[in-house]
Nanobody, 123 residues
Framework: QVRLVESGGGLVQAGDSLRLSCAASERTFSGYAMAWFRQAPGKEREFVAS?????WYGDSVKGRFTISRDNDKNTVYLQMNSLKPDDTAVYYC???????????????????WGQGTQVTVSS
């Protein structure tokens, strides 16, 4: 069982930056593909970014967000720059065994989820 704890959310203004962190309990953290998803009220959970053998980004965040990981700290990060009001959502961290991950951009590919952290971008 992998426990994921997100942090770093908050209220910011359009154009600001924010960095989310997700700490994992698993000692074999390097063996997991990690991802960020987000969900706004009334909308489906949306893929944001993932990191495994490579990195992938959702179209709406390409060029603005950067996913990275520190395997020594069992932590994955999401650096968010040039934030827009449309980025407002609850952001979730997710983990999956990288050996069996097939589609990195869909929620059901991930076995473990954090509780989420709220990001609100005001105009």
């Amino acid at each position: 069982q992998v426990r994921l704890v997100e942090s770093g959310g908050g209220l910011v203004q359009a154009g600001d930056s924010l960095r989310l962190s997700c700490a994992a309990s698993e000692r074999t953290f390097s063996g997991y593909a990690m991802a960020w998803f987000r969900q706004a009220p009334g909308k489906e959970r949306e893929f944001v970014a993932s990191i495994s053998w490579s990195t992938w980004y959702g179209d709406s965040v390409k060029g603005r967000f950067t996913i990275s990981r520190d395997n020594d700290k069992n932590t994955v990060y999401l650096q968010m720059n040039s934030l827009k009001p449309d980025d407002t959502a609850v952001y979730y961290c997710a983990a999956a065994d990288r050996r069996t991950l097939v589609r990195a951009t869909i929620p059901r590919s991930y076995e473990y989820w954090g509780q989420g952290t709220q990001v609100t971008v005001s105009s």
